[in-house]
């Protein structure tokens, strides 16, 4: 194997041929929405089982080299293992274009019935010999694999072959030519590893655990693609166990669970045929009961059907004015119709028609009831749609797939103008409304050329596929640049909401000046807004410039020492700075800049005076008790001075003394005296200084109340764009009330009828729910926004009335289910 490692190999050379791409689109965009969504869901489930084999299959091969006897072996595994890694990717590729191209298959007419190895001719008892001995057992792998899938997956199989089914007209989808089905995956992989050149042993090994690995997960493809097919409204009420077999049976179980390889007809003509006859005297004219009178032939049937339908014309139109105007349109009876058409062709001639045909004529009649009926369309759209009922009759007539096969074109016609007409409402001129104008179009072209033949429907839907997806282009641009606005929107109130958070953490309960209260709320919460909208909470610019709120704020706070004095001196320069780079970026008012600043100025010098009188207080203190000390110090020297004079008279009371003597002593005693009266001169001049014109010369004034000082307690600060509360924001619902309920269920695309006060109601559809602030975002068919809604604030209008929900369910298929259980319940009755 050695040898051919080199060898280069087109992985895709069995595959669909570069040219039938083109046309697999086409064919692909011909089919229901639901038929491609279910391709797409399916392969995307099928790729984490793939990705699971490719990652495992080295182990397993590197296992086995490890263990083998000889080096030829172990070698043989080590070359298989690189020829996987190289050509993995090639090979996931191949497998998902071999899927498609199954799929493809189901819409030509030329699509091979799938056959197991118990079907090949090549394993017929006498062509065993022909067959290598390789080729014969990757057969018998394959084979194994099916069976045992086939046995596992049994009802979810079952069931989405039965939907896809319905997708596919007219062709017959069974579980071998499921795209998805255990044929078809295992199929398709043993194809694509037809290009590896590997050992039939490696080669076995890669099958097992492609069995393992995605043959044994399969479950959760069918599982997947079958929610898909019921949220599209196919078949949701397809019974669980439901084999093939099983959709042989007669018996209604399930509304509509009878479509699929099921003659739905059929068991429609049974419920029908099950209600009490009314029967009168044999009529002389017009179109009696089946069997009482001549049949008319088919051919005959379509032209008089014709004639009825120009007849009707006249009373179409009025019933569409009328609809302009509000009024719905009326059922239309066309089997009186055409009696009265018959008496007037044959005065004294019965008529009837064949079963099939008045079975057809009076089923279509109750679907076209139903749709009537409906709440969801409007009644100018009801008035066009009720001109097709008597193409749908011929429909019916011709061919009778047409009540079962949910790909028959009439039936996909109705539900795309139907989903395209779920939001519109007649607004002005209606004729130059695109989509009314193209509905109109259709419906006048089949009321015109329909002759029996389908590929009208076909050709018709197609034209209006086309159109809609132009539309929808043009409605998606409008419908993301709301989108977008909003979600813009959204991060701004956030960030706005978290800016007054912050600073409402920081101020509740201050008592600020009024300067600072309108810096933070008008001037600095807008940079912290645009850092939280650039870089978010976590930013290290987020958290310097609430440092710089902190700073603020305590610049502005009483203090009391002389700590405080000395880190206000050093705080307030840089503080004064980093304001003032923060408001030049985002392009703040100079003037306004200035004043806030000049009014900061004076708050702080303020705070500077508030320290000055406090250290003053200290040193009128100091200077009381140096006084105290001068006072005491005199009092001791008055004390000696006096002591002095008395010995001094008494040391010279009993001699003779000179009054030259005497009179210096004195002088000197008395030359004391004047200092102390100095002394006390001067303490008392000081204490004088202290207690007066220091004090009024320090002495601060109360702030006016317009002033910059002027202080008010902040309970909390109010930024401008923050959320507020939703009105009934304190009301809290339970999780499971009917309206939270149906609030969860909504996914976008989901249209609401808006009742207003006036009484007007107008749709609008779900465009988004923004993650950031929870809000609801609705829009009209243009895609323009028209409301908003929080999930509580939602669910409370549909409590009370003011919003009502859509069912944006295929019409038809409702239509058909209605009807069915009308015949059910007129049976009950009756019994």
């Known amino acids: 194997m050695s040898e051919n490692t080199t060898k280069v190999v087109q992985l895709n050379s069995h595959l669909t041929a570069p040219g039938q791409v083109t046309d697999e689109l ?220 099983a959709r042989a049976d007669s018996n209604i179980q399930q509304p509509p669970a009878a479509s699929g390889t099921v003659d739905v007809f059929a068991q429609l003509q049974t419920l029908l045929h099950g209600l009490p006859q009314h029967t009168a005297g044999i009529e002389t004219s017009g179109l009696v009961a089946v069997g009482q009178a001549p049949q008319i032939p088919r051919d005959t049937l379509m ?174 641009l409008v419908e993301q640049r709301t989108i977008n606005a909003e979600d813009g929107k959204a991060k701004s109130e956030q960030a706005r909401t978290a800016v007054q958070t912050a600073l409402n953490e920081r101020v509740a309960g201050l008592s600020l000046p009024k300067v600072v209260i309108s810096l933070l709320e008008q001037a600095w919460s807008n940079v912290l807004f645009l850092i939280y909208l650039k870089e978010g909470d976590q930013a290290e610019n987020w958290q310097e410039g609430l440092n710089v709120v902190d700073d603020l704020l305590w610049s502005v706070q009483p203090m009391d020492s002389a700590d405080s004095r000395h880190r206000l001196v050093t705080m307030v320069p840089p503080l004064l700075k980093n304001v003032r780079a923060g408001l030049t970026k985002i392009g703040y008012n100079p003037f306004e800049m200035n004043q806030l600043f000049t009014d900061l100025e004076v708050v702080h010098l303020s705070q500077l005076q508030a320290l000055n009188t406090v250290k003053l207080d200290m040193t009128a203190s100091t200077v009381s008790t140096e006084q105290n000390k001068n006072q005491r110090s005199i009092a001791r020297e008055t004390s000696v001075i006096e002591k002095t004079l008395d010995q001094l008279l008494e040391g010279h009371g009993g001699s003779d003394v000179s009054l030259e003597e005497l009179d210096a002593e004195l002088d000197e005693q008395l030359a004391a005296f004047d200092a102390l009266g100095d002394l006390m001169a001067g303490d008392s001049e000081a204490a004088q200084r202290i207690d007066t014109g220091a004090l009024d010369e320090l002495a601060v004034d109360l ?89 509580l604030t939602l669910a409370q209008a549909i409590q009370r009335g003011q919003v009502g929900t859509l069912d944006d369910g295929q019409l038809f298929d409702r239509a058909l289910e209605s009807v069915i259980g009308s015949l059910r319940d007129m049976k009950t009755t009756t019994a």
Not at 100 to 128: E, G, H, I, W, Y
Not at 131 to 143: P, Q, S
């Open 26 to 245: 086409q064919s692909l965009t011909r089919m229901p929405a639901a038929f491609v969504e279910t391709k797409d869901k399916g392969k995307q489930a099928l790729r984490p089982l793939l990705q699971a084999l490719f990652d495992n299959i080295d182990d397993a091969l590197f296992e086995l080299a490890d263990r083998a006897e000889h080096n030829a072996e172990q070698n043989m595994f080590f070359e298989s293992m690189r020829e996987v890694r190289i050509k993995r990717r090639g090979m996931e590729l191949c497998f998902g274009q071999e899927l498609d191209n199954r799929f493809r298959l189901l819409l030509t007419d030329d699509a091979p019935r799938a056959k197991s190895s118990a079907d090949d001719p090549r394993l017929a008892v006498d062509s065993l010999s022909l067959i290598a001995n390789e080729e014969l057992e990757e057969l018998v792998a394959a084979d194994t694999m099916i069976i045992k899938a086939e046995g596992e997956f049994t009802d979810s199989l079952s069931q989405l072959t039965t939907r896809i089914d319905t997708l596919v007209h007219p062709l017959e989808v069974t579980d071998k030519t499921n795209p998805f089905g255990p044929t078809s995956v295992c199929q398709s992989f043993v194809g694509v590893c037809k290009t590896l050149d590997m050992d039939i042993r490696a080669k076995l090994v890669l099958f097992k655990l492609f069995d393992r690995y995605v043959m044994n997960g399969l479950g959760d493809v069918y599982a997947a693609c079958n929610e898909v097919l019921v949220n599209n409204g196919i078949l949701p009420g397809l019974a669980k166990g439901r084999t093939t077999a």
């Open 303 to 476: 032209t008089l059907l014709q004639s009825v339908q120009l007849s009707l014309a006249p009373q179409l139109d009025q019933q569409l004015q009328a609809a302009l105007q509000g009024v719905g349109p009326q059922q239309l009876d066309i089997q009186q119709s055409l009696s009265n058409l018959l008496s007037a062709k044959l005065p004294s001639k019965p008529m009837s028609i064949g079963q099939v045909e008045s079975d057809a004529l009076n089923l279509v009649a109750m679907l076209f009831q139903f749709i009537l009926d409906d709440r969801n369309l409007a009644a100018p759209m009801k008035a066009l749609i009720a001109r097709l009922q008597i193409p749908f009759i011929k429909a019916a007539m011709i061919d009778s797939s047409f009540f079962t096969k949910g790909g028959h074109p009439a039936r996909r016609l109705l539900n795309e103008i139907a989903s395209a007409s779920l939001g519109w409402v007649a607004i002005g001129i209606v004729d130059r409304d695109p989509l009314y104008a193209k509905v109109s179009s259709i419906v006048t072209r089949i009321q015109r050329e329909f002759d029996g033949d389908s590929r009208l429907f076909q050709d018709v839907l197609t034209d209006f596929v086309a159109f809609l997806d132009m539309d929808k282009r043009r409605i998606g």
């Open 703 to 791: 702030p006016a109340e317009n002033s910059p000082l002027a202080r008010q307690v902040v309970e909390k600060l109010v930024v401008d764009g923050a959320a507020e509360e939703p009105a009934g924001g304190n009301v809290d619902l339970p999780d499971n009330d009917p309206s939270l309920v149906i609030v969860d269920s909504m996914v976008v695309g989901h249209w609401i009828e808006l009742h207003q006060d006036n009484k007007k109601k107008f749709r609008c559809r779900l465009a988004a729910v923004i993650r950031a602030t929870g809000k609801y975002i609705f829009v009209n068919r243009s895609g323009m926004k028209v409301a908003e809604y929080t999930r």
